[in-house]
């Protein structure tokens, strides 16, 4: 007697299907054109979407074409690049220069360029430098008109990206810090028109003139960094590094 294998009855199929999960039924599908029929029917895909993607199924009300199949799909593979770990910035801290200039009113307080690679680091891999002003002291009054700017160079002038570019009044008192700040635009068609949630930062730290006469100080230290404007703390290295590469080497992106 000849053996004959044949496959089970759809209402078979169906019955046993919901009990599996949705992993299993997409593989099921896969196993003939009518189990792909059976596996993929409204009905199955229905409470699976409601379970896991409730406002996906509510959706469906503006286009009931779309199968709760492609709608669980679709939502699973949101979940997963949400969660995925972002890929490493192509551009590094040996890649850039910070240039830094402050003024007040025509006269130079603070000039420095330093590649980022020879700052020392943070600690917890934030994206926030402290750096010494070795060069001859200059003065400045207290409370005269200031001029800050910051600007990431890509080596080699490929490119220049400004932080910060700030007008107007600073009160500087000795050994106390002077902070500066500028929101930074969205990379994209949109940078000038909406805010990426980030913000630059510039710290000067002052000391007083010795003797402490005439009302001067002069800067001593100058930090920078980038915060986010959420959790209101620095971002980390590669992230400040992701968000460059957008405007110091777009044509990778």
């Known amino acids: 007697m000849k053996s004959c294998i044949c496959s089970p009855p ?12 949705p992993k299993t039924l997409a593989i099921s599908s896969c196993v003939s054109r009518s189990w792909s029929i059976s596996m993929s029917s409204d009905h199955l895909w229905k409470p699976i979407c409601s379970a896991y993607f409730p ?17 669980y799909a679709i939502g699973y593979v949101s979940v997963k690049r949400r969660l995925r ?16 200039d ?9 000039t420095i360029a330093k590649p980022a690679c020879d700052l020392e680091p943070d600690p917890n891999g934030l994206f926030r430098f402290d750096m010494e002003v070795r060069e001859p002291p200059r003065m400045a009054k ?25 007008k107007g009044k600073g009160s500087f008192v000795p050994d106390v810090e002077g902070w500066f700040s500028s929101e930074l635009p969205a990379p994209g068609c949109c940078s000038g028109r909406v805010g990426s949630g980030l ?17 001067k100080v002069r800067v001593e230290k100058v930090g920078v960094g980038v915060l ?10 590669d992230d400040a590094l992701r968000y460059l590469q957008h405007f110091l080497s777009p044509s990778h992106d």
């Open 10 to 21: 759809w209402e078979v199929l169906l019955l046993v299907a919901h009990y599996l999960d």
């Open 55 to 71: 406002s996906l199924c509510n959706l469906r009300a503006s286009d009931p074409t779309v199968p709760y199949r492609r709608l």
């Open 85 to 100: 770990s972002p890929s490493k910035p192509r551009l590094s801290l040996n890649d850039v220069v910070f240039a830094i």
């Open 102 to 110: 402050v003024q007040c009113r025509d006269s130079g307080i603070v």
């Open 142 to 166: 207290v409370l005269a008109g200031v001029r800050v700017m910051w600007s990431v160079v890509l080596k080699g002038w490929q490119g220049v990206f400004s932080m910060m570019e700030c």
């Open 199 to 215: 913000v630059a930062d510039l710290r000067l730290g002052f000391c007083g003139a010795e003797g402490g006469r005439g009302g």
């Open 228 to 237: 986010s404007v959420v959790s209101w703390r620095y971002v980390s290295v």
